[in-house]
């Protein structure tokens, strides 16, 4: 592969001067690091107390670039969010959602743009000086070389092209053909902080528990050499720290845990008692259970990922390993109304169930009132880990008065009232749903769904007594729209819209 100047084959024209514009290229899927992967970005994974993004954005404004293009594949809004227009750092930074890398390079490698630039896979975070990014003599392009060849972290000081029958598709393509020009300097970065795998992130983790990279600290007070502890942690008297060690916030170590070398824990994270952890990182909101024996790994929440086989493991049994979030005082006030409520109706109702089905029986009904199983919400994103129960409702039958009797009362649901008053489902909420049908659903959707919570009263169900539309993507439009709304005020709301209006849906005209 060459490079040419300008699409014109024109000689040469360099450029001097600082660096003041970077090009990140956050286009790493996070495929290998598994479930963990889709969950967040790994751009955003808390890498010794702090996401990788934020420490080479933090960086790149010591070294006075204040103009940063991120270029994201996946998880952009997340991404964007966190980044906050670069405000944080005192720079610009602007998101450009892509997919391409091919499209990234056509967007960057522009004769019109002002360099000098900084071009660079953000998976990958060379030691990067001052004298790098200026032009101190230097003359020609800098590539960044680390143990084992070219980094993908280029210094571009004239536009370059890629060539049309073998276009550009990664910085680490754009380090090798440039250095084939003449005109070009080498800059020798050890060590290199990589996020790439699951084996690298560890790797990484460990040289900045060491302080073996320049210009990024540990946050946190450390207490002692190679120790730091964060606020509000409890810390039982007979654990064992083995530095370097990095206890984030809000932390319960159990008894007789062994915690390091090389370990951080995540914050609001519970280690059970007995358990040991070394060369691992924890990631926030994770619960480790007691006798366990974890190392060269990470682990989130009910997800077991190998540092050195890069396989990912979910571990359904959350007395081993699962969320430290699970029971919290505000959400148990948040349920705690309607499964009074649900206790209040649950001898009147269960009378009438047997009146019903009595009913029902000597009308010729076989099985008046169905069952199937449904997966229990909020659920996990791994299947494995899926929990389901017998929902419960009327089921329709042959006989017309029955089921007439039942949408004209507004009875369907009366035996879901059992399911309600176990902490089954909620007096609002999407429908229940089967592993299959769950597993049917589109990726994006499927994880709203799987946040979300199993309902009486739906709001589908109101939208579509209301408009007479009754259409899959017309349920999908409203149930979407509930998850990313709800809230207790907004499920009073339905509650008194649903006893206003009913929830028979009105034939659909169109």
Not at 223 to 249: F, K, M
Not at 481 to 490: G, I, P, V
Request: net charge neutral; glycine share 8%; with cysteine.
């Amino acid at each position: 592969m060459v490079l040419t100047t300008d699409q014109n084959q024109k000689p040469t024209v360099w450029v001097r001067g600082a660096v003041t514009e970077a090009h990140l290229l956050c286009l790493n899927e996070g495929r290998s690091f598994g479930t963990i992967g889709r969950r967040e970005s790994i751009y955003l994974l808390s890498l010794a107390g702090k996401p990788m993004l934020d420490r080479m954005l933090g960086r790149l404004a010591d070294l006075e670039i204040d103009r940063v293009y991120l270029y994201v594949a996946r998880h952009a809004e997340a991404i964007d969010r966190y980044v906050a227009e670069g405000r944080r750092w005192g720079i610009h930074v602007t998101t450009v959602d892509l997919t391409s890398h091919v499209d990234a390079f056509r967007r960057i490698l522009t004769p019109q743009r002002r360099y000098p630039i900084l071009v660079a896979d953000a998976t990958v975070f060379p030691t990067i000086h001052s004298e790098h990014i200026t032009d101190n003599g230097m003359f020609g392009h800098l590539v960044f070389r680390g143990h084992g060849g070219f980094l993908p972290w280029v210094v571009l000081r004239a536009p370059v092209s890629s060539p049309e029958d073998h276009p550009i598709g990664s910085a680490q393509e754009l380090a090798e053909a440039v250095e084939k020009i003449e005109e070009v300097e080498e800059a020798s970065s050890d060590p290199v902080l990589s996020i790439a795998h699951p084996a690298d992130f560890l790797r990484a983790q460990e040289f900045l528990l060491k302080g073996q990279v320049v210009g990024q600290p540990i946050p946190g007070n450390q207490c002692d050499p190679g120790i730091w502890i964060g606020g509000n942690v409890s810390l039982h008297p007979t654990a064992t720290l083995i530095p370097p060690v990095l206890i984030a916030p809000d932390c319960r170590i159990g008894r007789g845990v062994q915690l390091g070398p090389n370990t951080v824990v995540g914050n609001h994270s519970i280690v059970s008692e007995k358990t040991k952890v070394e060369n691992a990182c924890i990631l926030p909101e994770t619960y480790l259970g007691r006798d366990l024996d974890v190392e060269w790994a990470m682990v989130d929440r009910n997800c077991l990922l190998s540092g050195a086989t890069g396989v990912s493991t979910a571990i359904p049994d959350s007395f081993l390993i699962g969320p430290a979030n699970g029971w919290s005082a505000a959400k148990f006030f948040r349920k705690l109304p309607g499964v009074v409520a649900g206790w209040i109706a649950l001898l009147p109702a269960s009378i009438l169930v047997g009146l019903l089905y009595l009913m029902a029986k000597m009308m010729g009904v076989r099985r008046p009132i169905k069952r199937y199983r449904a997966v229990h919400l909020p659920a996990a994103e791994s299947p494995p880990m899926w929990r389901t129960f017998d929902y419960l409702e009327f089921a329709r039958g042959r006989n017309q008065f029955w089921n007439g009797l039942l949408d004209r009362l507004r009875l369907r649901r009366l035996p879901t009232v059992w399911n309600l008053v176990r902490g089954q489902v909620a007096w609002v909420g999407l429908r229940p749903r089967r592993p299959e049908q769950i597993l049917a659903l589109s990726e994006d959707w499927r994880e709203l769904y799987l946040a979300s919570k199993i309902g009486i009263i739906r709001l589908a169900e109101l939208d579509a007594a209301c408009t007479g539309i009754v259409s899959v993507d017309a349920t999908y439009s409203s149930e979407a729209f509930y998850t990313a709304q709800s809230s207790f005020k907004e499920d009073l709301a339905l509650v008194w819209r649903a006893l206003r209006t009913g929830t028979k849906a009105k034939p659909n005209k169109n």
